[in-house]
T-cell receptor, first 115, second 115 residues
């Protein structure tokens, strides 16, 4: 158990819909990362937050947005869903940021299926 | 440029064989961190090891060992006496010290261990 909690574990929805994925980082970790892993694909970095502020942005579509709340949990919002958005979405937390590094600890992922 | 290359897309071995997973990285930083992660069929990403650029000592943990060679920019991972439970996708990652927020993942190597 990495200590990172993601909900929901599985989600099935239709094209055009909007979903929200939630992540609670490990206790004490201020950084939250979101990654997308499509079928047979590697890990695509989406976005990172550190203590509530966006710190790095990767290949995140404009239809996607994220935020980190004062209690450090994070949400990834995916809207106007398309079939190609079907993927495993990982949240990871780390001590990294503000001059400190640390390994990423990943949640179990949220598997999104868009029909 | 920061980049991680895992040239082996997929490897198949028979149980009890030794297997080495290659990882080659590119960075201009003198300080950086390297990681290996395991993704078993269940999907979660499990942290295996972190190594900083100033520590070239090889590390052994049970059947796992890691060979870090700065001269060849490689951080290879060897599993001795492989077991079926080692079947997974293995990812190598680079975290440069000039930006602790960034993690660069390789595309992963899928290891199949057959009984």
């Amino acid at each position: 158990d990495s200590g990172v909690t993601q909900t929901p574990k599985h989600l099935i929805t239709a094209t055009g819909q909007r979903v929200t994925l939630r992540c609670s980082p490990r206790s004490g970790d201020l950084s939250v990362y979101w990654y997308q892993q499509s079928l047979d694909q590697g890990l695509q970095f989406l976005i990172q937050y550190y203590n509530g502020e966006e710190r790095a942005k990767g290949n995140i579509l404009e239809r996607f947005s994220a935020q980190q709340f004062p209690d450090l949990h994070s949400e990834l919002n995916l809207s106007s869903l398309e079939l190609g958005d079907s993927a495993l979405y990982f949240c990871a937390s780390s001590q990294a940021g503000a001059g400190v590094t640390g390994e990423l600890f990943f949640g179990e992922g949220s598997r999104l299926t868009v029909l | 440029a920061q980049k991680v290359t895992q040239a082996q897309t997929e490897i198949s071995v028979v149980e009890k064989e030794d297997v080495t997973l290659d990882c080659v990285y590119e960075t201009r930083d003198t300080t950086y961190y390297l990681f290996w992660y395991k993704q078993p069929p269940s999907g979660e990403l499990v942290f295996l090891i972190r190594r900083n650029s100033f520590d070239e000592q090889n590390e052994i943990s049970g059947r796992y060992s890691w060979n870090f060679q700065k001269s060849t920019s490689s951080f290879n991972f060897t599993i001795t006496a492989s077991q079926v439970v080692d079947s997974a996708v293995y990812f190598c990652a680079l975290n440069p010290a000039d930006n602790f927020n960034k993690f660069y993942f390789g595309s992963g190597t899928k290891l199949n261990v057959k009984p």
